[in-house]
């Protein structure tokens, strides 16, 4: 007498996976799918960057030289995006230049909803050979 196929399928010979296995592959699919996920999540661009830190990006380079930024290079800064204020202050002594009469006061130093702000310590030059530690400021109306 011959087997059916059936009888085979009943018993467990065919198409078995150990539990360890399935329970090891279903884990690997799920951390694949979360790598995937945080990958793409830091793809995305980062539409709600200040714009502070936007206007210091660009700032920055324009009134630095050799590493050390020049207060008197200032007024060599373009039109701003948006209403702003950027201010350097060491030593006692602060410079400053404005987008116009709708730039932000230069003394907010508070992030809100409509004012962002930015600030980085740098190393200004005060004086002919005389270096101080100061900071770059950015308040930016959005």
Wanted: net charge neutral; hydrophobic share 40%.
């Amino acid at each position: 007498m011959s087997r059916s196929s059936g009888e085979g399928f009943l018993r467990g010979d065919r198409a078995a996976v150990e539990p360890l296995a399935a329970l090891v592959a279903v884990l690997a699919v799920g951390a694949a799918l979360g790598v995937y996920t945080v990958a793409l999540d830091d793809a995305a661009p980062d539409r709600e960057r200040p714009t502070a830190e936007t206007t210091l990006d660009r700032v920055e380079p324009v009134v630095t030289r050799g590493g050390v930024v020049e207060p008197e290079r200032l007024r060599g800064v373009d039109e701003f995006r948006y209403a702003a204020t950027v201010t350097i202050e060491a030593d006692g002594k602060t410079w400053r230049v404005r987008s116009g009469d709708r730039a932000p006061a230069p003394t907010t130093t508070r992030r809100t909803d409509a004012v962002a702000v930015a600030e980085r310590t740098v190393t200004v030059g005060v004086g002919p050979g005389q270096n101080d530690r100061g900071t770059l400021r950015a308040v930016v109306y959005r």
